[in-house]
Structures are given as structure tokens and as C-alpha cells.
């Protein structure tokens, strides 16, 4: 079994810290776990929500925070001031291109809707065959529980590839969900996907 390397993994996260404390311990888990293992964080470049603490306890820890914001929010007080490196983009889709380029793979934590979209982009270029990086849901809670019968209820519904459910691993432990990205095979799924059904 080939194990990946990961330098640096992209962390989707939201702007808010949610309803049940156990999304801010998860998110502290992530980023103090990202730092035992040396592997960097890029995300979002803010300073609140869940966003804030995933940054933070890397930091704390003594691992390393790159932040990727748009011109738009990097002018405001929502940037966080103490990352080892920020990229300025010119907008929200060179951002995620910027944050994709510099990852080796993806976790989303729980967020909202930017979350989502932010974590949907990178399930379609996987789909797609423009990246080949695992992507993972850490999943407190059961979080992303909806999100995966949604997933499964489209398949059951023919719209989508049945092979395409392996693109997310979901998993609520942060070492047990970066193991399992470092050891996913390899899958080809331009070799599978009708452009038409995307």
C-alpha cells in the first residue's frame, strides 16, 4: 500500500464556531494534530469562528499557517494577524485555485455555505480528473451525516456515479481521518465521468 506525504493540507472551516462546543474542541484537535505531524495548514486566513481556532492551536503548537483571502476580506479586521504566510488573490475563485495549488489534500470541517461550496468545487475537479488529492470530512457529530445520504440518495437517483462516493472519506477522529487519506488508492474517475451528468 503507497502512503501519501502530505506537506500541507487545505482546511475548509466556518466563520462561526457552531452551536455544540464539541466543534471548537474538534477543530483545536485538528490543528494541535496538523502540527504533531508536521504538516502545514492552509486555509481561509481568518481570525473567527472555527476558522480562528483551527489556526490558532496549529500555531500554539508549533506547526505553520498559510492564509489565502480574497482583496476584498484581506482589507478588513477578519484576517488573522499572527499566519507565517498570506496570498492576496484578486477574487474567490483564484483563491480556491491559489488554496488548491498549495495543498497536497482536503478536509472540510463543519461550516456553512461557503463551506460547502468550497468543498464541492474540489469534489467536482476530483471528479473531473483536474486533481487527484483525497478529501475528507471531519465529520463531529455527525456533521456531514445529511450531506452523505444526500450524496447517496442522488446516486440511488441516477445522477450520480456510484464510484464517485469514495471521492469523500468522513471520519470524526483527525489522526484516523488523515491515515485514511494518506492510504486512499489512487482512483481515476476521468476515466469514469460523463460530462453531461456533473
Known amino acids: ?10 482546511v475548509f472551516s466556518g466563520s462561526r464556531v457552531g452551536s455544540d462546543p464539541s466543534y471548537q474542541q474538534g477543530a483545536h484537535k485538528l490543528g494541535v494534530t496538523l502540527a ?13 469562528g472555527l476558522m480562528g481556532i483551527i489556526a490558532d492551536s496549529i500555531l500554539d503548537s508549533g506547526g505553520r499557517a498559510i492564509g489565502v483571502l480574497p482583496e476584498f476580506l484581506a ?15 484578486q477574487d474567490m475563485h483564484s483563491r480556491k485555485a491559489k488554496m488548491a495549488e498549495l495543498s497536497d489534500a482536503f478536509i472540510a470541517m463543519p461550516g456553512g455555505l461557503g463551506t460547502f461550496e468550497e468543498l464541492f468545487e474540489m ?7 483536474v486533481h487527484a488529492k483525497p478529501i475528507g470530512l471531519l465529520n463531529i457529530n455527525g456533521f456531514y451525516q445529511p450531506l452523505l445520504d444526500l450524496i ?31 492510504t ?4 481515476d474517475f476521468q476515466k469514469i465521468t ?5
Open 75 to 89: 482589507t478588513k479586521e477578519l484576517m488573522h494577524k499572527g499566519l507565517n504566510e498570506v496570498f492576496v488573490t
Open 184 to 187: 486512499q488508492p489512487e482512483l
Open 36 to 48: 504533531e505531524q508536521n504538516i502545514e495548514l492552509v486555509y481561509g486566513g481568518g481570525s473567527v
Open 123 to 129: 469534489v467536482t475537479w476530483a471528479q473531473l480528473g
Open 194 to 198: 460523463d460530462i453531461d451528468q456533473t
Open 1 to 10: 500500500m503507497i502512503e501519501r506525504v502530505f506537506r500541507r493540507v487545505c
Open 152 to 182: 447517496d440518495h442522488a446516486i440511488e437517483a441516477g445522477f450520480v456515479h456510484e464510484s464517485h462516493r469514495q471521492l469523500m472519506i468522513a471520519e470524526p477522529d483527525p489522526s484516523t481521518l488523515l491515515m485514511k487519506l494518506r
